[in-house]
């Protein structure tokens, strides 16, 4: 499909520094294109796409979810079904002892395993208790390089075994 431009018809409204100061350009004197949809399309996502990256790299929050996901692009890229224990251990939000007693909902943020407070880099990497259930993703890791591997490893060399760990951690008796 292609979409015919009459530059007659067409104004562009370009902001300058800061958002009012519009001045209007007229296309009166362009010739007649034809521009493909599917161009103006991809246009829009790529803008958007970048538009959204500078956002994700100016917030000053999502620290945890930023370690799985540098870019946009990647978490886009990534398909995975996100359950409870997922979204917790990839925001850092919720279900973990060090998080629910920061809002004072728990006494202290000590793992049961008694080896430091109950963190998410504590479930991933040092949790005692998790043991059996992070060996198939520590073997896996240790196989394509070296343990421990970063989140971002994690979710892009090792996801399946990974998400499997997650989905095992048994918040609830921990």
């Given at each position: 499909?292609e979409?015919?431009?009459?530059?007659?018809?067409l104004?562009l409204?370009?902001y300058?520094?800061?958002?009012g100061?519009?001045?209007?350009v007229s296309f009166?004197?362009?010739?007649?294109?034809?521009?493909?949809?599917?161009?103006l399309?991809?246009?829009?996502q790529q803008e958007?796409?970048?538009?959204?990256?500078?956002?994700?790299?100016?917030?000053?929050k999502a620290?945890?979810?930023?370690?799985?996901?540098?870019?946009v692009?990647?978490?886009l890229?990534?398909?995975?079904r996100?359950?409870?224990?997922?979204?917790?251990?990839?925001?850092?939000?919720?279900?973990?002892?060090a998080?629910?007693?920061?809002?004072?909902?728990?006494?202290?943020?000590?793992c049961?395993?008694?080896?430091?407070?109950?963190?998410?880099?504590h479930l991933l990497?040092?949790c005692?208790?998790l043991?059996?259930?992070?060996?198939?993703?520590?073997?896996n890791?240790i196989?394509?390089g070296?343990?421990?591997?970063?989140?971002q490893?994690?979710?892009?060399k090792h996801?399946?075994?990974f998400?499997?760990?997650?989905?095992?951690?048994?918040?609830?008796?921990?």
């Open positions: 499909m979409l015919l431009v009459k530059p007659e018809m104004t409204n370009i300058g520094p800061t958002f100061n519009a001045e209007t009166s004197d362009v010739a007649f294109r034809r521009i493909p949809i599917s161009t399309y991809q246009e829009i958007s796409l970048q538009r959204w990256q500078k956002e994700w790299e100016n917030c000053t620290v945890i979810t930023k370690q799985y996901f540098p870019t692009q990647e978490r890229k990534t398909k995975m996100v359950t409870q224990n997922i979204a917790a251990m990839m925001t850092g939000h919720g279900k973990t002892r998080y629910l007693h920061r809002f004072k909902i728990l006494e202290n943020a000590t049961p395993c008694e080896q430091g407070d109950q963190t998410i880099d990497y040092q005692t208790l043991e059996p259930q992070r060996q198939k993703t520590k073997k890791a196989k394509a070296h343990w421990p591997a970063s989140k490893q994690l979710i892009t996801r399946d075994s998400l499997t760990f997650l989905e095992s951690i048994d918040f609830d008796n921990l």
